[in-house]
């Protein structure tokens, strides 16, 4: 840090703790886009911690496709379990003494207490408090001050206790958030902090956590707003500094409802590199979803701007509508601003990461078709999927290309003129450029047989496309050669010859 530039704001420490449950969630990676802007706004460090307690849950391989998501979205932390990093292990799995130590200790202070009951007796519980429709729910304390043989005594009683918070009437009533401000919440009940298997909940483990990793923001969904205090209270006991809180909306779909994997599939974060998504749109987009653009004129932006200008304040707290159709016209924007050899670098590697075939033809270089065809495509892409079906004519064999019905129908009754003249036309032209290919059309079909370039060249486009509609007929031509033009001109003509009856 040079001297003149000292930042006013210290460095941050920021983290984003998934469970490896299953595919990614787009709300992670969101996260992660706030995450990394405000670690890199102060100078700080972004931190990946796997949050790994819940073991029933966990899904094998779930870990490795977290880092292959932020890693492809340029997302990727300072420090986790994969890069390592001065506090770690990043996997709860691997702290789970740490835990036990602190559990003990707030039990042996006399802010924890062992509690024996069975689930089956709170489920029970939980099922009589529904009933009365007492105010007060959560745990009934029946535990709490027993020993392990006064309570084995009585009914309802596991071999194994798990350890709870014992709450204080002083419990925090709010707390201050980055974003929200001063928010209010619910009285915490007597949550447990150690579970039977000896693994943590999540409450013990995240404050445990965010304080040895030192942690200074800590950043996630506002689905935790109301267990605050809880964690509020376990700093409290331990003597730490809690981090700052920054309650992050929830994503929503068109109907309001959470994102979930169920329900949508955009919420699984692999989908959109399988749609054919650019990491830096949807990083862009993600940006955008309750927080205001950069610049006044365009939604269009990097990360760098994003985070040039990062602020808390700006955060709105409307859950944000994943709205797919804006991201589709980011995506096509960001596609737009590619270099042509890049654009054409992602494309090939897309159809590499999908597993995308090409006919044999024995004479075509994908590659190189693809970096010729990206003048002609690169307009029209909304996503990297819409390439393969957009030229997937100039990568056909030239005897076997698919002529779609509706093309050969809107032909006019006999093409035959039209193509003959076409043929010998372009066997003379030796340099097959677009301008050329053009030239030497309109002259043998518009000013030699006097059709109207709309009739003229409705054949030649069916030959070489096999479509009505397509991208660009005279720069296709130059991109499939000469050889290749002629080719498919004939084999419309041998299909759609008219025999004198
Ligand atoms: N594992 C928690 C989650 O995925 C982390 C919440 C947090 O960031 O503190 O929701």
């Given at each position: 840090?040079?001297?003149?530039?000292?930042?006013?704001?210290?460095?941050?420490?920021?983290?984003?703790?998934?469970?490896?449950?299953?595919?990614?969630?787009?709300?992670?990676?969101?996260?992660?886009?706030?995450?990394?802007?405000?670690?890199?706004?102060?100078?700080?460090?972004?931190?990946?911690?796997?949050?790994?307690?819940?073991?029933?849950?966990?899904?094998?391989?779930?870990?490795?496709?977290?880092?292959?998501?932020l890693?492809?979205?340029?997302?990727?932390?300072?420090?986790?379990?994969?890069?390592?990093?001065?506090?770690g292990?990043?996997?709860?799995?691997?702290?789970?003494?740490?835990?036990?130590?602190?559990?003990?200790?707030?039990?042996?202070?006399?802010?924890?207490?062992?509690?024996?009951?069975?689930?089956?007796?709170?489920?029970?519980?939980?099922?009589?408090?529904?009933?009365?429709?007492t105010?007060?729910?959560?745990?009934?304390?029946?535990?709490?001050?027993?020993?392990?043989?006064e309570?084995?005594?009585?009914?309802?009683?596991?071999e194994?206790?798990?350890?709870?918070?014992?709450?204080?009437?002083d419990?925090?009533?709010?707390?201050?958030?980055?974003?929200?401000?001063?928010?209010?919440?619910?009285?915490?009940?007597?949550?447990?902090?150690?579970?039977?298997?000896?693994?943590?909940?999540?409450?013990?483990?995240?404050?445990?956590?965010?304080?040895?990793?030192?942690?200074?923001?800590a950043?996630?969904?506002?689905?935790?707003?109301?267990?605050?205090?809880?964690?509020?209270?376990?700093?409290?006991w331990?003597?730490w500094?809690?981090?700052?809180?920054?309650?992050?909306?929830l994503?929503?779909?068109?109907?309001?409802?959470?994102?979930?994997?169920?329900?949508?599939?955009?919420?699984r974060?692999a989908?959109?590199?399988?749609?054919?998504?650019?990491?830096?749109?949807?990083?862009?987009?993600?940006?955008?979803?309750?927080?205001?653009?950069?610049?006044?004129?365009?939604?269009?932006?990097?990360?760098a701007?994003?985070?040039?200008?990062?602020?808390?304040?700006?955060?709105?707290?409307?859950g944000?509508?994943?709205?797919?159709?804006?991201?589709d016209?980011?995506?096509?924007?960001?596609?737009?601003?590619?270099?042509d050899?890049?654009?054409?670098?992602?494309i090939?590697?897309?159809?590499?990461?999908?597993?995308?075939?090409?006919?044999?033809?024995?004479?075509?270089?994908?590659?190189?078709?693809?970096?010729?065809?990206?003048?002609?495509?690169?307009?029209?892409?909304?996503?990297?999927?819409?390439a393969?079906?957009?030229?997937?004519?100039?990568?056909?064999?030239?005897?076997?290309?698919?002529?779609?019905?509706?093309?050969?129908?809107?032909?006019?009754?006999?093409?035959?003129?039209?193509?003959?003249?076409?043929?010998?036309?372009?066997?003379?032209?030796?340099?097959?450029?677009?301008?050329?290919?053009?030239?030497?059309l309109?002259?043998?079909?518009?000013?030699?047989?006097?059709?109207?370039?709309?009739?003229?060249?409705?054949?030649?486009?069916?030959?070489?496309?096999?479509?009505?509609?397509?991208?660009?007929?005279?720069?296709?031509?130059?991109?499939?050669?000469r050889?290749?033009?002629?080719?498919?001109?004939?084999?419309?003509?041998?299909?759609?010859v008219?025999?004198?009856?």
């Amino acid at each position: 840090m040079t001297a003149q530039k000292m930042p006013v704001i210290p460095p941050a420490r920021t983290r984003v703790a998934p469970s490896p449950t299953g595919d990614p969630h787009v709300g992670t990676a969101y996260q992660a886009v706030f995450d990394l802007a405000w670690a890199r706004a102060t100078g700080g460090a972004f931190v990946l911690r796997i949050e790994d307690t819940d073991r029933a849950r966990e899904v094998e391989g779930s870990e490795a496709q977290i880092y292959d998501c932020l890693d492809w979205l340029g997302l990727t932390p300072d420090e986790g379990p994969r890069t390592g990093g001065p506090v770690g292990p990043y996997r709860q799995s691997e702290r789970l003494d740490l835990y036990r130590r602190y559990a003990e200790e707030l039990v042996a202070a006399g802010h924890a207490y062992h509690c024996w009951c069975t689930p089956e007796r709170l489920a029970d519980l939980r099922a009589e408090q529904a009933a009365a429709k007492t105010a007060k729910t959560g745990y009934d304390r029946c535990c709490l001050g027993l020993t392990r043989d006064e309570r084995a005594r009585m009914p309802g009683f596991a071999e194994t206790p798990v350890i709870r918070m014992l709450v204080p009437d002083d419990a925090p009533g709010e707390f201050t958030d980055l974003i929200r401000g001063d928010v209010k919440t619910p009285f915490p009940d007597d949550q447990v902090i150690l579970k039977a298997d000896g693994f943590p909940t999540y409450h013990l483990a995240v404050v445990v956590d965010d304080h040895l990793m030192g942690i200074t923001t800590a950043v996630r969904g506002e689905e935790w707003i109301s267990s605050t205090p809880k964690h509020l209270l376990l700093y409290r006991w331990l003597g730490w500094t809690p981090p700052a809180f920054a309650h992050m909306p929830l994503l929503r779909n068109a109907d309001k409802s959470k994102i979930s994997k169920r329900k949508n599939p955009a919420a699984r974060l692999a989908w959109f590199r399988e749609a054919g998504y650019l990491p830096e749109a949807l990083v862009n987009f993600l940006e955008l979803l309750a927080y205001p653009g950069v610049h006044p004129d365009t939604e269009v932006q990097t990360f760098a701007e994003f985070m040039g200008a990062f602020d808390w304040a700006k955060v709105n707290t409307t859950g944000p509508i994943f709205d797919l159709t804006k991201l589709d016209w980011l995506n096509g924007a960001h596609i737009r601003a590619l270099a042509d050899d890049d654009l054409a670098a992602r494309i090939i590697a897309y159809w590499d990461e999908t597993g995308q075939t090409f006919p044999a033809t024995g004479r075509l270089d994908p590659a190189r078709v693809v970096r010729e065809a990206v003048p002609i495509m690169k307009e029209r892409l909304t996503t990297l999927a819409d390439a393969y079906p957009m030229i997937d004519f100039l990568l056909a064999p030239d005897d076997d290309l698919t002529l779609e019905d509706e093309a050969l129908a809107g032909l006019p009754g006999d093409t035959t003129d039209a193509l003959d003249a076409a043929v010998t036309a372009l066997a003379g032209v030796d340099d097959f450029t677009a301008e050329a290919v053009q030239q030497a059309l309109r002259t043998a079909l518009v000013e030699g047989l006097s059709l109207k370039p709309k009739v003229a060249f409705a054949p030649v486009r069916v030959a070489i496309t096999g479509r009505r509609v397509s991208p660009p007929l005279f720069e296709s031509m130059a991109i499939l050669g000469r050889d290749a033009c002629l080719a498919r001109l004939l084999a419309l003509r041998a299909k759609t010859v008219v025999t004198p009856s």
